[in-house]
């Protein structure tokens, strides 16, 4: 999003950032900012401001009318949303439509499509709340493994589908969640539309010195990190993990009990980082629900490091571009080997990615999608 922003601003486009938690160190300094505090329910120290933080996930009315006063002062064109569920809430909507503005949608994860957001479940692919919604959510405890969290988040989606809370246009990064989209409840509210997500490059090239693999991300379940961990032991491949989230610990226990040969890095400095993906054999994307359009790969897709993914969600269309990647089914010790045997005969092109993924490009379709909801004439 500030990437995007960034990128509007200097081209002569005028843009503000609305949200919680702004960090302007992040944001390119033509860009107006307005900010907003997010109730955090997790960090509530008393019981009335965790009552007024689990009211702000279905309704958030301070956002509302903060919002509502930023439009007015900004007088935008058009309002592209981001992840604005559970935070700014979907009470942004009406107040954007009131204003008789457009909206566009990034659809980041399935949240319009799924309660939980990640349309899965203990690594089985979900989609049963798409076109309607039932008590599956709160049976299979599918948010957080929890009955209570999936009560909540199901009664946002019913609140959220009867109430018609829906963008005018949503951009879907990757075909696999278009057709998603294109399918459910969304449809005939909603155009959809397929963009796919642009890629950074500063200039670094894999050059696969090291002795390692390496993954990239966030350690939570459906990332599948569990099971590349055991993968790695079994393969006697060594592994580096650069990220952090809550299974962490979980993940050095289990390290521990097997012997692994696992380092786990932490977040990063972009410097370490990239000298860990020049290095590496290969990064691995071991995710276990259907990824979208992970940063990781297109940040590797870049340099051209040779990956390897998990065959599930939009994974596969980065092949297409010029990626390098070895598609398995299943993240075992044997798939493991298999697929960095494959790799090396595998087809690349670094330089066609970038292209391909460029942000000149990617804006430009963006701006292509204002100029559809709006209207307006290039």
């Not at 009552?51 to 919002?67: C, I, P, S």
């Not at 590349?228 to 610990?249: E, K, N, Q, T």
């Not at 390897?308 to 299943?330: C, K, Q, T």
């Amino acid at each position: 999003m500030a990437s995007l922003a960034g990128v509007q601003a200097n081209d002569g486009n005028d843009v503000a950032v609305f949200g919680g938690d702004l960090d302007p160190s992040f944001l390119d300094e033509k860009i107006e900012k307005y900010g907003i505090e997010i109730p955090d329910f997790h960090s509530a120290d008393t019981l009335q401001k965790k009552a007024r933080a689990a009211q702000a996930v279905f309704w958030n009315r301070d956002a509302a009318k903060e919002l509502d006063r930023v439009i007015g002062e900004f007088c935008p064109d058009v309002v592209h949303l981001h992840n604005y569920a559970h935070q700014l809430s979907s009470s942004v909507l009406p107040v954007i439509r009131k204003r008789g503005i457009p909206s566009v949608y990034t659809a980041h994860d399935y949240k319009l499509i799924c309660p939980s957001y990640v349309a899965n479940i203990s690594g089985e692919d979900c989609f049963s709340c798409v076109k309607k919604l039932s008590l599956k959510p709160i049976i299979r405890a599918c948010h957080q493994t929890s009955r209570t969290w999936s009560s909540v988040v199901l009664g946002e989606a019913i609140g959220v589908r009867t109430l018609g809370l829906t963008p005018d246009l949503v951009i879907a990064p990757s075909d696999f969640m278009g057709d998603r989209l294109a399918e459910s409840w969304l449809s005939p509210h909603s155009s959809i539309i397929t963009i796919p997500n642009p890629a950074s490059w500063d200039g670094g090239e894999w050059k696969g010195s090291g002795d390692f693999v390496l993954f990239v991300g966030r350690l939570s379940r459906e990332k599948g990190v569990d099971e590349l961990v055991h993968a790695c032991h079994g393969a006697g491949i060594p592994l580096v993990v650069a990220g952090d989230g809550p299974l962490r610990s979980e993940l050095q226990s289990a390290v521990t009990g097997l012997g692994a040969n696992v380092r786990f890095t932490g977040h990063l400095p972009h410097e370490e980082l990239l000298a860990l993906r020049q290095n590496c054999i290969a990064q691995v994307i071991p995710s276990t629900w259907p990824e979208n359009a992970p940063l990781s790969v297109l940040e590797a897709g870049a340099s051209g490091v040779p990956m390897i993914a998990s065959n599930r969600g939009g994974l596969p269309e980065f092949m297409s571009d010029g990626a390098r990647i070895a598609l398995v089914d299943e993240i075992t010790a044997a798939a493991l080997e298999a697929a960095l045997e494959r790799i090396e005969r595998l087809p690349g092109d670094a330089a066609m990615f970038r292209t391909r993924r460029s942000w000149h490009l990617h804006e430009r379709r963006v701006m292509d999608a204002y100029v559809r909801v709006t209207g307006a004439e290039k």
